[in-house]
């Protein structure tokens, strides 16, 4: 089954692909190198169900893992043209530089497939900075949430990027969650509620949640067009969608679509 | 629209409440006159007036009417409800919208309003008048040439009758509505008179035209232009729109 294209929405940045033992991971940073910044995180877990055929041979024994940066359009257009394809390989290869290959078998009105092969040119990042891919854990929230349909949200949030750039994002254990810019003019908040909130238990969710007051809103300000940006992955349509907003910290997204799970961590402004 | 007022009620000391089933209908109204950043709104117990201003040149007024309690209408699937709050003087306009269970409450900070300009236009005064079907009029103003700096009106007992004029780059460019014509309504011109206005006032009011079924275009004796639309909406309640403008320069009368 081929990959489908979720990176599609990391734009012109680079994108760095882990690959590992267990997990696939596609990765894009905002700009800087700092941890905590915010990003754009897929993760496909239980690649056995994902892919047909996985083999890997890491970068040391001990380090079975390969870690490369590639420009997401690059590899999004290889994998637009493979949409129907039968079956497709993707391979490190070295040509010119190393890369990517990609080859799909597309089917044919004869018997005979035709082969398309795109060489997509990959960095590949050296063991010592494996440490500034690290994926960030999940944080210790105070607030998990379930969203409301990210159509509707997308709708509100789309209008209320004309009035201001920054938007508070709240909710409680009460399964309520608002959506509130503030300017000199003008004031508007949006109320979802009967959301639910997803049952963290021995996972390891925080200690915190248990004594938590349900009526206590969690809100976090966040650059508005970073949430339209994460909203703009509605279009995978995923079965859940989530939010763990840490106060005043950080909101973590989670969409959750079969094997793949895509992450998005946007961090405070003032 | 049915727009429905009170003008007190009990717990929340509201000096203003006004609920509508469906807000689209306001919305194109009030999208119909925003050419402005800023709008008076006047609420009084016939309904609400919102009036924009231009340069002192030009006031655009939307009225929605209140309906008569007991007149129940569907809303649509997706519509989007509405209630209008004012604590009043002092206090933000908030607006509750209301889609498919979810609320978003605005609150505008409301600012002192300026007089609206009294244009003095009254019935009384009025020289030419005519009520056109606004199919015909949405032709001419689509296509009117924006590099002319005017709109010249002619009314007239005589020919041409009711004539639009531009005076542009490529040329000078008329639009006659004979006064038997089918989208003529009504026709009452007692003199000739010529009026030039300037375009860039009068063409925000290409939106209400727009959204209008009928048309009533009158002068007065100083050459002050009004317009009024007639709009009527999905739900079959009517709302009007009217424009004023100044002349913008003498022009012989012939």
Redesign the interface.
């Known amino acids: 089954r081929p990959l489908r294209g979720q990176e599609r929405h990391a734009c012109q940045e680079k994108c760095s692909i882990i690959i590992r033992r267990r997990i696939l991971g596609l990765r894009r940073r905002n700009g800087g190198k700092k941890r905590g910044r915010g990003g754009l995180r897929e993760r496909g877990r239980k690649r056995a169900n994902f892919f047909d055929e996985y083999q890997l041979e890491g970068v040391a024994p001990d380090a079975n893992e390969i870690c490369l940066e590639v420009t997401p359009e690059n590899l999004s257009r290889a994998l637009r043209t493979s949409q129907n394809a039968k079956c497709v390989k993707i391979k490190l290869t070295k040509k010119h530089c190393p890369c990517l290959t990609l080859v799909a078998e597309l089917p044919t009105l004869s018997s005979v497939s035709r082969v398309v092969t795109h060489d997509i040119p990959v960095d590949v990042i050296p063991r010592r900075l494996w440490h500034d891919f690290k994926e960030p854990s999940m944080p210790d929230f105070d607030v998990s949430i379930y969203l ?1 349909p990210l159509k ?1 949200m997308k709708n ?1 949030v789309d209008r209320m990027k004309n009035l201001s750039n920054f938007l508070v994002m709240e909710a409680n254990l009460n399964g309520e969650m608002n959506l509130k810019i503030e300017t ?10 009967d959301l639910g909130n997803p049952p963290w238990g021995d996972d390891g969710s925080p200690g915190r949640s248990q004594s938590r007051d349900p009526e206590v809103m969690a809100h976090t300000r966040v650059d508005i067009r970073k949430l339209q940006q994460f909203l703009m992955g509605q279009q995978v349509n995923p079965s859940k969608a989530m939010c763990n907003i840490v106060h005043k910290r950080i909101i973590h997204l989670i969409l959750l679509h079969e094997d793949v799970s895509l992450q998005y961590f946007i961090p405070a402004v003032a | 629209m049915p727009l429905s007022t009170q003008s007190q009620t009990g717990g929340d000391n509201y000096v203003l409440v006004a609920s509508l089933d469906n807000v689209r209908n306001l919305s194109n109204i009030l999208k119909a006159i925003t050419f402005k950043d800023h709008a008076i709104f006047n609420a009084t117990p016939n309904g609400l007036k919102v009036t924009v201003e231009d340069s002192k040149c030009l006031q655009a007024n939307a009225f929605i009417q209140v309906n008569l309690p007991g007149v129940y209408h569907q809303r649509g699937l997706m519509a989007t409800a509405l209630r209008m709050c004012y604590n009043g003087y002092g206090y933000p306009l908030t607006l509750f919208l209301e889609e498919g269970g979810v609320v978003t409450v605005c609150k505008i900070n409301t600012q002192e309003p300026e007089e609206p300009i009294d244009f003095e236009f009254c019935s009384t005064n009025v020289t030419n008048k005519v009520i056109l079907q606004s199919e015909s009029l949405k032709e001419a103003f689509s296509e009117l040439d924006m590099t002319s700096e005017v709109l010249q009106i002619t009314m007239s007992p005589s020919q041409p009758y009711f004539r639009l004029s531009t005076f542009g780059n490529s040329g000078n460019a008329h639009y006659d509505y004979p006064k038997d014509s089918d989208m003529m309504e009504l026709f009452q011109c007692t003199k000739t008179q010529t009026n030039r206005y300037k375009m860039s006032l009068l063409k925000p009011s290409t939106k209400a035209l727009a959204l209008s079924c009928k048309v009533s275009v009158r002068t007065d004796s100083r050459g002050f232009l009004s317009l009024q639309y007639l709009v009527r909406n999905d739900d079959g309640q009517i709302c009007f729109v009217e424009y004023y403008c100044c002349p913008d320069e003498e022009v012989e009368e012939e």
């Open positions: 409301p509707t509100v000199d003019l003008v004031s508007v908040t949006t109320h979802f509620k």
